[in-house]
Structure formats: structure tokens, C-alpha cells
T-cell receptor, first 113, second 116 residues
Framework: DQQVKQNSPSLSVQEGRISILNCDYT??????FLWYKKYPAEGPTFLIS?????DKNEDGRFTVFLNKSAKHLSLHIVPSQPGDSAVYFC????????????FGPGTSLSVIP | DTGVSQDPRHKITKRGQNVTFRCDPI?????LYWYRQTLGQGPEFLTY????????KSRLLSDRFSAERPKGSFSTLEIQRTEQGDSAMYLC??????????????FGPGTRLTVL
């Protein structure tokens, strides 16, 4: 049973427009949320994170929104650039379990020039 | 390059053979993790070390799998009697323990295993 779901396996967006990637989780005990980006032949790279005490965190073109009541988070990329084309993984962690990060299945983003 | 490195990058083996992978974490990082990623899935946690101590193992880690981190620096993951179902990308990650709860895991490029 997947604890982290990313229901869109793929997403195509025009360059300059907004990309919105969604993620749902099942366990309300999760209290730290991360997004990783992965290019082919490379390991995942940390992108941005948010603690459960916040509902928004912004870093340049990347913003993560957290809706705890809905157990939903999203990653907004604006404006999207061709270099953003990659697989994006949503990941969750529980404060009492610093060691274990649970990843979603990923969404493949293609930004079309 | 001061990132996480893994060796080899690719390994093709025949069913029943043993394979060993190596991970060199970022030098000051005391926690090291192994993950497995199959096609269309995110990385799945296998095990982790704090210094040389192996603190947790996933039930995904069958008896054929063993991991070590003998001196608290590099780690090895061995798979004995490989099966076709072991074909996957094996990822290593490291972090520095931070009780603030914001320790980011840095991943290596992975070792892609193909079992024929």
C-alpha cells in the first residue's frame, strides 16, 4: 500500500508557463516533506522541503505548498524552463524516524521550448 | 568531486552469482543509506548506518543481502545468489546527523544491476 502517491506519471508544460506537480500522502504522522529532482543516469537531487508547521515554502522559481488537512502537497515551478525537464519525486519523513524517507513513484516533467 | 560516489555504475551478472557494490559518502557525513529503485517507482529504503552501526533494515532486505560499513566511512552492499528480481538501480545516500530534523540526504549516481 503506497503511503505517498503521485497520481500523474507524466506532465508536459510549455516553457515559461507554470508547472504544478501534486503529491498525496496517507499518514498524518508525517511531518517533513521534500521534493527531489532526478535526471537520467544521476541520483536524486534535493530540491526543496517544508515542515508541517508551515503551509508554504519558496525558493526562487520553486514553491511548495502543504495542505495538512487534505494530506496534499504540491510543487509549483514558475516560470518553467527546459532544464527543469526531469523526474520529480515527492518524499515524506516522520520526525521520530529521522532515518527513513519514503518516496513517491515520481512524475516525469517535460518542459517544451 | 566531494559528492557521494558509487562503484560500479553498471553491473551485469548471471543469475546465481554474487555481486558487491561500493558507496563512498561525503566525508563528514555520519549516516549512510541504501535504497533500491525499480522502473516507475521511487527509491525504496533498504538499510542505513550511523557511523559503523547498522541501525535499521527494511523487510525488503532478504537474507541474500548484506551491507557493511566497517570503518564508518565507505559501505558495501553484497547480494548473494542473485535473482532476476534483483535487477534494479541501487542508490546510496549520505547525510550528517542533525537533530533539528532538516538533514538532507545526498544521493550518489547509483549502480544499475542487471541479472540475466
Amino acid at each position: 500500500d503506497q503511503q505517498v502517491k503521485q497520481n500523474s506519471p507524466s506532465l508536459s508544460v510549455q516553457e515559461g508557463r507554470i508547472s504544478i506537480l501534486n503529491c498525496d500522502y496517507t499518514n498524518s504522522m508525517f511531518d517533513y516533506f521534500l521534493w527531489y529532482k532526478k535526471y537520467p543516469a544521476e541520483g536524486p537531487t534535493f530540491l526543496i522541503s517544508i515542515s508541517s508547521i508551515k503551509d508554504k515554502n519558496e525558493d526562487g522559481r520553486f514553491t511548495v505548498f502543504l495542505n495538512k488537512s487534505a494530506k496534499h502537497l504540491s510543487l509549483h515551478i514558475v516560470p518553467s524552463q527546459p532544464g527543469d525537464s526531469a523526474v520529480y519525486f515527492c518524499a515524506v519523513r516522520q520526525e521520530t524516524s529521522y532515518d527513513k524517507v519514503i518516496f513517491g513513484p515520481g512524475t516525469s516533467l517535460s518542459v517544451i521550448p | 568531486d566531494t559528492g557521494v560516489s558509487q562503484d560500479p555504475r553498471h553491473k551485469i551478472t548471471k543469475r546465481g552469482q554474487n555481486v558487491t557494490f561500493r558507496c563512498d559518502p561525503i566525508s563528514e557525513h555520519n549516516r549512510l543509506y541504501w535504497y533500491r529503485q525499480t522502473l516507475g517507482q521511487g527509491p525504496e529504503f533498504l538499510t542505513y548506518f550511523q557511523n559503523e552501526a547498522q541501525l535499521e533494515k527494511s523487510r525488503l532486505l532478504s537474507d541474500r543481502f548484506s551491507a557493511e560499513r566497517p570503518k564508518g566511512s565507505f559501505s558495501t552492499l553484497e547480494i548473494q545468489r542473485t535473482e532476476q528480481g534483483d535487477s534494479a538501480m541501487y542508490l546510496c545516500a549520505s547525510t550528517k546527523l542533525n537533530f533539528g530534523g532538516t538533514d538532507t540526504q545526498y544521493f550518489g549516481p547509483g549502480t544499475r544491476l542487471t541479472v540475466l
